[in-house]
């Protein structure tokens, strides 16, 4: 049909329906229109068509709209504002009523759909099933370029002029009937071509069903392509419009992959622009002896990585479509849920069901090699790192005393234990062994022996720290560091012995005459608790310094003149002298020298005993005592 042909024909209907006359039951009065949309207004256009001079303001006729509302006099315009089938008459005084039948339909904007066609073409396909005909604005400008009969899914086309935004009208209207239908106005962009569509994902749902996400553009029609396993043959599987996901049942997603792809169909050229495929999976898990193994089958094509979630996280990412993984870091008695999720190039994502089962294995789990020990006032405490996807039901803790068999001790179930039995005189040492959830017992552990530290003080108040090497690493020990504390605890000083094992401490320190040691081992192997051995406490000796002699005749030189005790450490110092009778001859408790004189009377020639009590930085009171002799210079 030509579209000037159809404008001509838009006229004549338009200028039919301005002249329409509808006549009464018995042809005594006119209306304009008989049905329409509510609200629907009526007119009454002649009073009496037989006798004149009816309907007068001195002989009023009665009229009733027949829906309810009062009966009014001379009212020739009746709205109707609800739908419904009404009697409306008219009440003559001289002849009597008339009527005639009105029908007021539910005023209902038309469903329509609008596809785009490249070229700058749309498509309009009615939905709508409530009117006899519909007028097609394209323009929205009030020009009608087309009326379409009601009939199944009728179909009207029209070409822009340039690409762009429009808006295109649609209403509805009753053959004899009032064109006072509400319009449905719609938004339409046109195109030179159609773009490819944008899937997003592909989700499998159940064993049965798979959902379809993807980006829709506007008024654009899609048709949803279907291929079963390695097919390269896709089948047209549904129709798609003004939806953005769609849910594909009846599939047996177990024992076939499902390839899809999805076309922004062109209505008025019978064509497609079609998306880059995406694909489902066939996803099995096996649970094996020590390992979960996943397979898949899928096409790899336009796959740029596959991650495989495990416990709803990332556990590996791989380049391409492999179809297989052996999961063999895995932890008895523990459930393992996995999915294989494609990544397409445009960001697309082809998600497989989720497969869930529990580890398990025959295999004795490995021995526990890295045991840190550390030496406390109240026994050791060993300190040992869980072991990588192993579940533990409990820790058994043996003990051996020399070359004596290891025995139990106790047990743990977190991978610390503290034996307040320890001593550094019993040469303990220690394993750690186990079993798992599934029954499995551990290999034996290896031998972990604590630091001992020990001492040796010489004559001058040098000491000589020593210690046994550590055990306990499987890659060994790094570096030992010495440890020096202050009588109270402070750390004084942290000396990195390398890998020796012997400290001589013979540096002078007057002020500090007890000296705390202890040794810490550092591993080498990164995440290991450092091992610390026994704290050990070494007290220096008071080391007294005193003349055999002296000569108090004040003739110099001054340290000959007098008698002194002098010594490290000492905080107070009482000294008594005695002559050869035990008569005491001098005392001083403020550690002042004694002159040889008693009474301020010089003392004679001769062996004198002193005695003297001394208290210590270490909180000691000692006794000393020895001879010393006055001597005479002679004249």
Known sequence: MKPGWIVTILITFALSSAH?????????????EVKGCAPFTVTILDANLITTGECTAGKPCLMSAGNGTPQQQNQFVITYPQPGTFTLSVLYQSIGADDITITVDQNIQPNFEVYTCSGLGTSIKITDKNYDQYQIDFNNDGVLETIIPNSNNQIASHTYGVAGNFTISVRGKDINAANNCNALTLPFTSRLTLPAPQ????????????????TPQQNIQYKLEIAVNNSSTFQQFQTLYGVNTVTIPNLKTDDNYYCFRLGAFDPCTNTNTYSAPICSHNFDLAILNGSNRLTWSTSSTGVALTEIIRNASSYTTIPGSPSSLNDVDVTCKTNYCYQVINIYPGGARSFSLEKCGEAFTTVNPPAIENISSVVGTNGVQLLWNTLPNVAVE????????????????GKATIPEFSDITYSTEGAYCYRINYGDLC??????????????????????NGITVTWTRLKGWKTGVNRYLLRRYDKSGGLMQTINMGTDTVYLDDQPDPNNQVVQYEVVAVPNEAGLVNSLSNRLAVTKEVNLFYPTAFTPDGTGPAENETFT?????????????FD?????????????????????????????????????????????GSTVVILKKKG
């Open 580 to 624: 050869r009778w035990g008569t005491l001859v001098y005392y001083n408790d403020k550690n002042e020298p004694w002159n040889g004189t008693h009474n301020g009377k010089a003392l004679p020639e001769g062996t004198y005993v002193w005695q003297v009590q001394v208290s210590d930085l270490a909180g000691r009171s000692l006794s000393f």
């Open 439 to 460: 029954g499995n017992a551990s290999q034996a552990g290896a031998l972990v022996c604590p630091i001992r530290l020990s001492a040796a003080l010489d004559d001058q």
């Open 199 to 214: 899937i997003t994902a592909l989700t499998a749902l159940d064993g049965t069903s798979l959902k379809l996400d993807f």
């Open 20 to 32: 329409a006359q509808y006549v009464s039951r018995l042809g005594r009065f006119q209306v304009d």
């Open 565 to 577: 005790v002098r010594g490290q450490y000492i905080v107070k110092l009482e000294l008594k002298i």
């Open 394 to 409: 409990e820790y058994a803790v043996l003990r051996n005393q020399g070359n004596s068999d290891f025995a139990l001790i």
